[in-house]
Each structure stands twice: as C-alpha cells, then as structure tokens.
C-alpha cells in the first residue's frame, strides 16, 4: 500500500526541534499503550482496525446487502461522530451527481438525526412517500433530541408504507449492546442491530459498525478500507521509528506551532469530494483537543472555492493560523480544457490541458503565497515535477528518459516559473492572478534531483539551464527580480557545479523560496 506522505519543510518549525520531541512523543505513546492516563477507559480506537475479524465484517456486509436488495433509499440518521465518519467516506469515494441519475446501482444513501430544521425533516419526509426506504438509526443512548426525532418520523413513515414486517427488515439499529431507549426500541421490533463499543468515543467510531455499516450500504469495500487502516495503524505505531511516524510527526509540529501562539490549524483540501472529511476532522479534532482552557481550534476551507472567501484574511489576517493541506495526487477522471475560436474569456492558452494540472497548479501558488505571508505549512501528500533529465534505477544504472516528453517537462518547468514570478499580464500569471494573488511569490530557487551522469543528463541539463535563465529572465526587464539560480542534489559528478547559475548553502536554501522538480 502507498501510505500518505507528510512534508513539513514549509512549517517554520527545524528539525532538530522535531527530532527534540521524540522523548516526549514515546511517553505520550506508551501511556497510551499501557492505558495509564485519563479516559483509558475510552482507548478501544487505539487498535482498532487490527481487532476487526472477517467474520464481523461478513455480518456487516450481510446486513448491508437485504438493505441494498430491499430499498431505493437508505436514511442514516445520527449526528456527530455518528455520522460524519461515514458520510466523509462515502461522499469522498462516490460520483458527486450519482443520486441524479435516472440507473442507480445500490440505494441512494441521505442522512438525518444531525439538524432539527423542520423544511429539511418535511422535504425528506416528502421524497420518501413513494420510495421503498431503510433506516440505520445511530445512537448510543437512543434519547440524543435530533436523532431521536428523525428516528420517531421515520419509523412510522416506514411502517405505513412499506408495513410492520417490511420495516423490521430494512430499519437497522447501531446502539449500545444492552441499555438505551434505542436497544429497548430494536429488542422489542426485532431489529437487525449491531454494537457501538463501550470503549470507543463517537468521534472515532468510522471503523466500527457506526461507519462500516453504511459504508458497505453504499457499496464500497469495506475490507479494503479496513485493510489500509490496519496499514496506518502499524506505520503510526509505537514501533515504527519516530523520524518514520508520520502521526508523531504531526504531533510533534503541531505542539510546537502552538507554543509559537499558532492557535488555528486550517484544514485545506482542493477537491470539493472531500468536504466532508473537513467537517469530521473538525469534530474529530475539536473534541479531543478543546479541554482546560487550551487546545488548538479545527478551521477548514475548501479550496480553490474558499480562496474568494478567506483567502484574504488567511493571506494578510492575524497571524495566529497554520495549514495543513490535504493534496490528492490523481484524481480519478480526466478533462481536458477545450479551445474556442472566439476566445472571449483569455483561457486558450490553458486549451489542452487538464483540470487537475490547473487545480494542482492553483494549489502550489497559493501554498507559495501563504508561506511567503507568515503561515506555516504542513502537507500531506506531495505531488512532483517532471523535467526528464535522466533516472537511475537501483540496480540497473542510469536509464534514458523519454524524448518524446521532454519538450513537455520542460514547458511545465517554463509554466511552473511564470505562474510564480510572472505578472498578472502573462498566461500563468493572470492565473494566479485569478485566486486573489496578483503580485508574484517570492520563488529565488529551483532544486532538482542528484541523478547527475552520463552524457544524455548533461546535454539535456544544458538545455533545461537555458530554458530556465530564459524563463526568469523574461519576467523581469532589468532582471532585477530574476531567479538566480540552480541548487542541485548529487554528488556523482563536479562538473554539474560549472553548469549551476550559483553554489548556495544549507543555510540559504532554508531560507530561500524554492522549487523542487524530480529528474525522474
């Protein structure tokens, strides 16, 4: 499995200030492990993913196929960690207009229990007089006021519909194993009903029958998921090396940024599918970390979208926030920006190219701009640019790159540099210009990658030298505000040192605005 990568290099926080966390980091874990601190009683996330059998799974997935067999639609009524968990998954993962398609493959899943707005019960209520509906009522206790009114609506809508014995079959209750208004209820109907742990808290409840359940309902692997849990649940363990766990890392980081009075962490996505994780993050992080009077406060923006919004006050505001971007790699279509004869809206020039790589170019420009404005950075998930100089397999020696696509690498490099330095006059430039960013960002440097040998690498490096003292030099009539230069990684040959611009330090690279393109 290909586990997420977090970055902090933009986080104003050094290493060696990460790394003197580490003694601190261990302690927090193992009174985790041996269950020696306050709430010990609610630890049962802690190894979760590890403790689920195939059999509970099955059972689950059992349940969930009569639902999927039996209804049109499936309501998921419960509010908080009852909810959120499984709507961020199954919003994240589904076709953002499935529910508008006249075929649907499975019940189209809706959600209540988390508002008490009158309009919003009587249009659902509405919408289901003539469907064949199910229910997954969530709650612990059963008497939680808004999931308890939905459920109460519910229930009989159901029964008057579909009647009694019809409505045991597709109403399901997630609740505590023996107490509860919601346990008497599903005891005395005879309904299918699953357990919510005593040991795990609501807002970590996505890995139990609270999230799995409608999950499997909406038709996606729930072993898969709970799989690649399992996965994170090693490499953000007490075994794993601190320098190698991402999740004490983050930790690390994230308390030291607080010390700096960085009190709002800013939750950033670039893709609308993900709105939903945001708001589960939120609460996820809102009520672990709010107690005492302290604690770091869960905001999150949905970017490019919020960037019209709070773009200006995360860019100039008080300076109290960081970020942490959640950064999809590949998204799982393709669109391609077509060209018009007319060209009235000044977009040709991004004819041809795919959304992702504007969405992605958006991304790394605003990132540029909020560091360069005093907001720390963390990044989870880095993409990378190609420039096609030349790659070294392990084992093989150096391999030829395409050279078909190296014309393309070395525009994107071109672009990558407009977009940064150009004025809001230039292609990329009124790109920028377009998210609220018209003055340039402050990129002095390009790194590349140290795969630096052989004679294909050098002579393609010649050329991508020129292409870039071109590109840098084009933004800027007096060439004042030129990029000034190259760093390069390797050490395999001196002779890249004669073809760099400038030799830089560590120490001016940390302090420098760079870019990072891959030789492979």
Not at 67 to 72: G, P, T, V
Not at 317 to 346: A, H, K, M, Q, Y
Not at 357 to 383: C, F, Q, Y
């Amino acid at each position: 499995m290909k586990n997420i990568c977090l970055n902090i290099d933009k986080a104003a926080v050094c290493k060696e200030t990460v790394a003197a966390y580490e003694a601190q980091v261990k302690a927090c874990m193992e009174t985790l492990e041996n269950g020696s601190g306050l709430g010990n009683d609610f630890l049962g996330w802690l190894h979760l993913p590890s403790s689920i059998t195939a059999e509970h799974l099955a059972d689950l997935k059992g349940a969930a196929q009569v639902l999927r067999e039996n209804c049109e639609v499936v309501v998921v009524a419960g509010i908080g960690g009852s909810y959120l968990g499984a709507r961020a998954v199954i919003e994240a993962l589904s076709n953002s207009f499935q529910w508008l398609k006249k075929e649907q493959n499975g019940p189209i899943i809706v959600f209540a229990g988390h508002n008490i707005g009158e309009d919003y019960l009587y249009e659902l209520t509405d919408y289901l007089k003539d469907k064949k509906f199910g229910v997954i009522n969530i709650s612990k206790s059963g008497t939680t006021t808004e999931t308890a009114l939905a459920f109460r609506l519910l229930k009989k809508q159901c029964e008057d519909q579909m009647g009694k014995e019809m409505a045991k079959k597709c109403i399901v209750a997630v609740t505590d194993a023996k107490k509860g208004a919601a346990r008497v209820t599903a005891d005395k109907e005879g309904y299918k009903t699953f357990i919510i742990p005593d040991n795990v808290g609501g807002r970590f409840s996505v890995l139990t029958p609270v999230g799995l359940l409608p999950i499997a309902v909406a038709g996606f692997d729930i072993e898969k998921l709970v799989a690649g849990a399992c996965d994170m649940e090693k490499v953000c363990g007490s075994e794993t090396p601190f320098e190698e766990n991402p999740a004490a890392i983050y930790a690390a980081v994230r308390n030291e940024l607080y010390k700096q009075g960085k009190k709002i962490e800013i939750l950033v996505n670039y893709n609308p599918k993900l709105h939903y994780m945001n708001e589960w993050w939120k609460q996820l992080y809102g009520e672990s970390e709010g107690k005492d009077g302290k604690g770091i406060y869960p905001s999150a923006v949905d970017f490019s979208t919020d960037l019209h919004s709070m773009g200006q006050w995360i860019q100039e505001g008080e300076r109290t926030i960081f970020e942490t971007v959640i950064s999809v790699e590949n998204p799982d279509n393709e669109l391609r920006v077509p060209s018009d004869e007319e060209n009235l809206d000044g977009l040709n020039f991004l004819a041809g190219k795919r959304l992702h790589e504007i969405n992605k170019m958006a991304e790394l420009g605003t990132r540029l701009a909020h560091v360069d404005g005093g907001v720390p950075n963390i990044r989870i998930g880095v993409p990378v640019l190609n420039c096609g100089l030349y790659c070294q397999m392990r084992g093989k020696g150096p391999v030829d790159m395409n050279t078909e696509l190296f014309d393309q690498y070395l525009q994107d490099m071109v672009d990558l540099v407009e977009f940064c330095r150009g004025d809001a006059t230039t292609k990329w430039g009124k790109v920028r210009a377009s998210l609220g960013h018209p003055e340039p960002f402050n990129l002095k440097y390009i790194c590349i990658g140290n795969e630096n040998e052989g004679e294909a690498y050098f002579e393609r490096y010649a050329i991508f030298l020129e292409s870039f003292n071109e590109a840098g030099n084009s933004i800027s009539a007096d060439g004042a505000n030129a990029i000034t230069g190259f760093i390069t990684g390797g050490t395999y040959s001196s002779d890249v040192s004669e073809l760099c611009a400038e030799n830089y330090t560590a120490d001016e690279i940390e302090d420098g605005k760079w870019g990072i393109v891959k030789t492979f």
